[in-house]
């Protein structure tokens, strides 16, 4: 009867969100798990947990290592200098933070001193990295540092072997660039960071 009348029954209506609202649920719970979680070490010396910052329904999506020592106090990747580098990276291929663009890390968490992650850290949180990839579905990833380029692509190539090509993470296309931070201290790469940008913006008129 509900079907002659074009109606679904209640029960099947209940039982089947839409994809949106299940999007939508994911995001709230990935958000409230990563502030409380304690799969690794990393949760006992962090100020808090930086969770990624930007547009959710991004074309492009800049993953770094993990949080710095501002980060930590802040809760948002890519602050201070290096952050400041990235947005005027940003600004030069005509793209703004938070507008098409998201900002995340391979970690959550600050690792003490900002050594280098260790592999079971790494482990442990990178499932919130790929949920949050397969919530924004961007067009194209931009690995950003060694760290962050050896881990998605599992390899310990250098960043200068590495660039120029495009790879997949998680079904996505990768392109592989220095991290403003290393930038700051090595100026004279910027122009190899540039260039690999103008191949990202050409790689994404591809896409
Ligand atoms: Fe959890 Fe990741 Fe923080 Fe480790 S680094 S405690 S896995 S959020």
Known sequence: ??????????????????????????????KQAVPACIACGLHKTRTQTVFGVGDENADWMLI????????????????????????????????????????????????????NPGPEEVAKC????????????????VAMGRFAAQTLLATDASIS?????????????????????YLLRNLPDKSKAWADLVFAKKTMQTL
């Not at 952050?83 to 900002?103: F, S």
């Not at 990178?126 to 949920?131: A, I, R």
Request: one cysteine or more; glycine letters at 10%; hydrophobic letters at 40%.
């Open 64 to 115: 770094g290592e993990a949080p710095g020592a501002e980060e930590d106090r802040l809760g948002e990747p890519f602050v201070g200098q290096a952050g400041k580098l990235l947005d005027n990276m940003l600004a030069a291929i005509g793209l703004e933070r938070g507008d098409n663009v998201y900002i995340a890390n391979v970690l959550k968490c600050r690792p003490p001193g900002n050594r």
């Open 161 to 181: 072997s590495l660039r120029g090509r495009v790879y997949k993470y998680e079904g996505v296309p990768l392109i592989v660039t220095y991290h403003p931070a």
């Open 126 to 141: 990178t499932p919130f990295l790929k949920q949050q990839i397969a919530l924004i579905r961007p067009k194209l990833i």
């Open 1 to 30: 009867m509900l079907a002659e009348m074009g109606l679904a029954p209640l029960w099947r209506l209940r039982a089947s969100p839409t994809p949106e609202k299940r999007a939508e649920r994911q995001w709230i719970e990935i």
